[in-house]
């Protein structure tokens, strides 16, 4: 593997690094040597997992190697000043901040799911670190493979099960992780979750406790980051913190799980299941005191030695008390329900006699009461301490310091508000309301549940905590971290490392469009006032179909929420606008169950790969499964289409109370967020994420369509990530935009390598574009524009400036957009003389008149194929002789002109169709000969050849017209002619698929200029200097000799004799 040395540091990598990996790489190195905390940015498809990983496991190996150069070796006193060279030099490469008595630290990788920490350990087996050793947390849900309690859906009920069987050692698998600890395929080789689970099933122990025993020696540990970021979860599954290093993949969401690990709320509800489970179990005590219904052998209703009597009737009473103060707080009546200083929690479980001296005591007996719940319901209906489990989380979350101070009671106080509102109902499954269906209004301080909502609104808070842990460094990256100031400014923990890397594809990889309209001149915008308007669901529908219809393979959908999702896929089946996307792409919506989710899929990725169709559609909302970590690379995903501004619902309590918590903040510090500051940024913070979905790697390409015209104000283009800004464009009309992406991916076809075929050998991609009959018809609406079949769009002029673009590589708007037609948004001319489709469609008119549009002129993208002569031709059938010289001369012409044509951009598909060897004929075109009484089936090509013999336009029957067309010396050249051809094109495929995009350029360049002035000294140097290098190429310059003169032949083989030896 290649190797980079990065701040002394050698790194080995999977393939030669870019220059932003090594920025970024030099970055992470940077932290580990400083000892500093690090905030980093870079693009989703930079190869950021695979960086991340390499550089920090290259640190590790010197930092053990100088951890063992400071151990005493009876080999350091035969050569010292070697040894302390070396170990100077390790140390200087391993960072001074760790000082001389430190041990290597075990590296924390941290992702948000289960599936994204699966990718990274995927990379790591990729690399040349996968010897080190690994480990990879999860669970028991996960991870439990003891029949019984595997099967318990409720995961705390599973937990206390697993606990009790552990403590009593009645669990078989737990009692052989010891004996199996040392095994060979669990030391030597990278397992993910998946495979350890498998491995544990095949040899009979607990995957999830051997995961624990194999940290304590573990090089790097995989986790979800929520194990790190809440005390619980951290203490349970005993991850050690100290001198160790914590990086954090994906961090966009660590604010959140911050504040929500850090928040509970408590339901009236749940406060009277805690009062019946401690019932339950004082009655099933008193039961078996009485001996009532228990046999004399029945050593299972026995009492319980954990608890006694006395601690049920005290936790009973108090239950009691803090119901009682929960129902005396006073609510206005207005049901916004009543906010209070996070202190407010304090003094509420104080009144219930709830303080924190007591924590421990309480805990304890709860937790006993749970375990008892557990292991002695019978039947799925009876408690298992669901309610009492709750109560316990308040508990440890509100006392979450053993020690409380007067400086942790006004942080918490600054850091916590306590919402109290009425508890809803729970809404029954098709059950009916009561009366005429009417809700009836209740008066709010009547007996009803209430709901106390204790939450933190301070990321810091969380992420503070963790580092007074010890960690050594905190590495939070991300590919949607921006604006990183008031992401690190929420954090509270100084981040004095800092990358914002650009992305590593090219300006023609990527389309990006604002656009505002949709077909029918509707505003496109889904604000709340907006969202349930027929009119837009329905032009937004339209927008959507017409998308869809010439996107190749994968497009993603994504919607701001769940119910503006489902209102859009109601409307647009009732339309048929459903059913008209799906005839083109099956359409998949996101679930919200998990199960659900993994077939659809998988599904979703079966329909992309099926030849039969033209990819699939998959339509999500932000924030969700879908867009967070999955791979839409390639064909996955050529583009996203983003229907609005995923905004947190805007009265939600807990969103104004966010907002007013902010401004509190910056009115107090004069620093830090405003409230609508934090609003817009969860917006676009969820909009950048989904829009990493589509571009994965530095050869993939796609669009990104946002639809909404709110995105085309200038301060919201600002919050987009920063490798998206300088592309995008702004539509007020929708044709234009229609436009630009089909020659996007015109484009792409011929600019870009292609993804592997699919299973039956077609291209990656499905969309074809096929030459439509036109009949004169009468004025249709511009919906019915994108319902026609597809066409050809690349002429001449501009197949001959895409390849001037290949070798010079300029600005590729002006080279892509070279219609009669100028962008959105510029100042332009008015033009009306050209009469094409496009400029119907500027115009603001929902009908157009397609049949008085004109093609346009020549040098523009060619759309003149709207407009198709399918006239049939009476031509003249010429004798035997004047028919085999004039197929001779087009042969030669053939010969003459085959490479440059076939060097010019294909917008085809491959095929052997002449269409795609440049020589001008429409595939599966025909034209009739009338010759007599009958037609003769004929290709335009044998016109074009009696055109250039200058035979055309005349009307002549023969009666020797069978013998002429039917002589087999005519059709033997015209196979030796097309024989040809197919072997130039055969060795252009083939070195187009061997050089890379700007080797190619160079070499059609070469040939082209060789064409014009014969130079055989200057194409021989380019040629010698792609192939020479590497022997496998060595026939791709031998084969070259077919194209050469005559006169060049032999010298050629000269040259190749000498440069090849």
Not at 175 to 187: A, G, I, S, T, Y
Not at 371 to 381: C, G
Not at 638 to 663: C, M, S
Request: net charge positive.
């Amino acid at each position: 593997m290649p190797e980079v040395v990065l701040n002394g540091v050698p790194v080995r990598f999977p393939f030669e690094p870019y220059e932003v990996q090594k920025s970024y790489m030099t970055k992470v190195i940077d932290c580990l040597q400083r000892g500093e905390n690090g905030i980093l940015e870079s693009p989703t498809g930079t190869g950021k997992t695979v960086c991340l990983l390499c550089s920090t496991l290259g640190w590790l190996e010197i930092k053990k190697a100088e951890y063992k150069s400071r151990l005493p070796t009876g080999n350091s006193q035969d050569a010292p000043d070697f040894f302390s060279s070396l170990s100077s030099q390790l140390k200087a490469a391993a960072g001074q901040s760790w000082g001389d008595k430190a041990a290597p630290p075990k590296i924390i990788y941290s992702s948000r799911t289960h599936s994204q920490l699966s990718q990274a350990i995927s990379e790591l087996k990729r690399t040349s670190y996968s010897y080190l050793r690994v480990a990879v947390l999860g669970s028991r849900d996960q991870m439990c493979v003891h029949p019984e309690v595997s099967k318990e859906t409720n995961n705390n009920s599973k937990v206390h099960m697993c606990q009790m069987r552990v403590k009593a050692k009645t669990c078989y698998f737990n009692n052989q992780v010891e004996m199996k600890k040392d095994e060979p395929q669990l030391r030597q080789g990278v397992l993910d979750l998946e495979d350890l689970v498998k491995f544990g099933r095949k040899k009979s122990f607990c995957p999830y406790y051997m995961a624990r025993e194999l940290k304590q020696d573990a090089d790097i540990i995989f986790m979800p980051y929520n194990y790190l970021l809440d005390p619980k979860s951290r203490k349970a599954h005993g991850i050690e913190l100290a001198g160790n290093v914590v990086i954090f993949d994906e961090a966009h969401n660590v604010e959140k799980i911050c504040e929500e690990a850090a928040s509970l709320q408590l339901r009236s509800t749940d406060l009277a299941l805690c009062i019946d489970e401690v019932t339950q179990v004082m009655k099933k005590i008193q039961d078996v005191s009485e001996g009532s219904n228990i046999a004399a052998n029945d050593s299972s209703q026995a009492i319980p030695e954990d608890f006694s009597p006395d601690d049920l009737y005290t936790l009973k009473a108090l239950f009691l008390e803090l119901e009682k103060a929960i129902d005396a707080i006073s609510l206005p009546p207005d049901g916004s329900g009543s906010t209070f200083p996070g202190s407010f929690m304090f003094e509420l479980l104080e009144k219930a006699d709830i303080t924190p001296h007591k924590k421990t005591i309480i805990l304890e007996v709860l937790d006993k009461l749970i375990q008892y719940l557990t292991m002695n319901s019978a039947s799925p209906f009876q408690r298992k301490g669901a309610g009492l489990q709750k109560f316990s989380d308040l508990i440890k979350i509100v006392f979450s310091k053993d020690t409380i101070s007067l400086q942790h009671m006004e942080f918490v106080k600054q850091c916590y508000k306590v919402h109290i509102n009425i508890e809803e109902a729970k809404k029954k499954p098709g059950g009916r309301q009561e009366g005429w269906g009417a809700p009836k209004i209740t008066p709010v301080n009547s007996k009803l549940g209430r709901v106390i909502s204790y939450w933190c609104f301070n990321p810091g808070f969380g992420m503070k905590d963790l580092a007074e842990q010890g960690v050594k460094c905190i590495i939070l990256t991300s590919g949607t971290l921006s604006p990183i100031d008031s992401f690190t400014s929420e954090l509270q923990v100084p981040f004095p490392i800092q990358l914002e890397n650009p992305h590593i594809i090219q300006q023609h990889q990527v389309w990006v469009g604002t656009v505002c309209k949709g077909p029918d001149g509707f505003n496109l915008n889904s604000s709340f006032k907006n969202r349930s308007d027929p009119r837009y669901i329905n032009s937004l529908g339209q927008t959507v179909l017409n998308f869809s219809r010439v996107i190749p393979d994968g497009l993603l959908v994504f919607f701001p929420s769940y119910p503006i999702m489902r209102s859009c896929r109601d409307e647009w089946q009732n339309s048929g606008i459903w059913s008209k996307i799906s005839v083109g792409k099956p359409i998949f919506v996101e679930p919200q169950m998990k199960e659900e989710f993994h077939n659809a899929m998988e599904e979703f990725y079966q329909k992309i790969n099926d030849p039969s169709l033209k990819g699939a559609c998959f339509m999500a909302v932000c924030r969700g499964k879908v867009s967070e970590g999955l791979d839409f690379a390639d064909r996955n995903g050529r583009a996203v289409i983003i229907t609005g501004l995923p905004y947190p619902p805007f009265k939600d309590p807990r969103v104004v109370l966010k907002q007013k918590y902010l401004e509190e903040t910056r009115l107090k510090y004069k620093k830090g967020l405003t409230g609508q500051a934090w609003y817009q940024l969860e917006a676009s913070r969820a909009v950048n994420q989904a829009i990493g979905r589509v571009i994965r790697h530095k050869d993939d390409f796609g669009a990104i369509i946002l639809c909404d015209s709110r995105f085309a104000v200038s301060g919201f283009k600002a919050q987009l990530s920063a490798w998206v800004r300088p592309h995008i464009n702004i539509y007020n009309v929708f044709g234009p935009a229609m436009r630009d992406i089909i020659q996007f991916f015109k484009n792409a076809q011929i600019l870009l390598p292609q993804p592997d075929v699919k299973s039956n050998g077609q291209p990656a991609i499905s969309i074809k574009y096929e030459t439509p009959e036109v009949k004169a018809l009468p004025p249709v609406s511009v919906q019915a524009f994108q319902a026609a079949p597809s066409r050809p769009v690349i002429s001449d002029s501009t197949k001959k400036k895409m390849v001037e673009a290949l070798s010079k590589q300029p600005d590729y708007d002006d080279v892509w957009s070279n219609m009669n037609y100028t962008k959105s948004g510029i100042t332009k001319k008015t033009c009306n003389g050209d009469g094409s489709v496009f400029t119907a469609l500027e115009q603001k008119s929902s009908v157009v008149n397609f049949n008085s549009c004109s093609s346009l002129p020549q040098g523009s993208s060619n759309y003149d194929t709207i407009k198709v002569n399918n006239k049939k031709r009476r031509i003249r059938i010429i004798p035997k002789s004047n028919s085999e010289d004039s197929v001779s001369n087009v042969e030669k012409q053939r010969s003459q002109n085959t490479l440059t044509h076939i060097l010019e951009p294909s917008n085809q598909t491959e095929s052997s169709s002449p269409e795609m060897l440049g020589l001008g004929m429409s595939s599966g075109s025909q034209e009739n000969i009338l010759c007599g009484q009958g037609e003769i089936p004929h290709s335009s090509a044998s016109t074009g050849a009696q055109k250039a013999a200058g035979n055309s336009g005349k009307d002549i029957v023969s009666s020797r017209a069978e013998t002429s067309l039917t002589d087999g010396s005519s059709l033997s050249k015209e196979g030796r002619g097309d024989k040809k051809i197919n072997s130039i094109a055969a060795y252009i495929k083939d070195v187009k698929s061997t050089l890379s995009k700007a080797q190619y350029a160079d070499f059609s360049t070469a040939v082209k200029n060789y064409k014009k002035n014969k130079n055989y000294g200057e194409v021989v140097g380019i040629l010698s200097s792609l192939f020479i290098d590497n022997p496998e190429h060595h026939r791709l310059l031998r084969k070259f000799e077919q194209f050469l003169d005559k006169d060049h032949r032999p010298l050629f083989q000269e040259t190749c004799s000498q440069v090849l030896q």
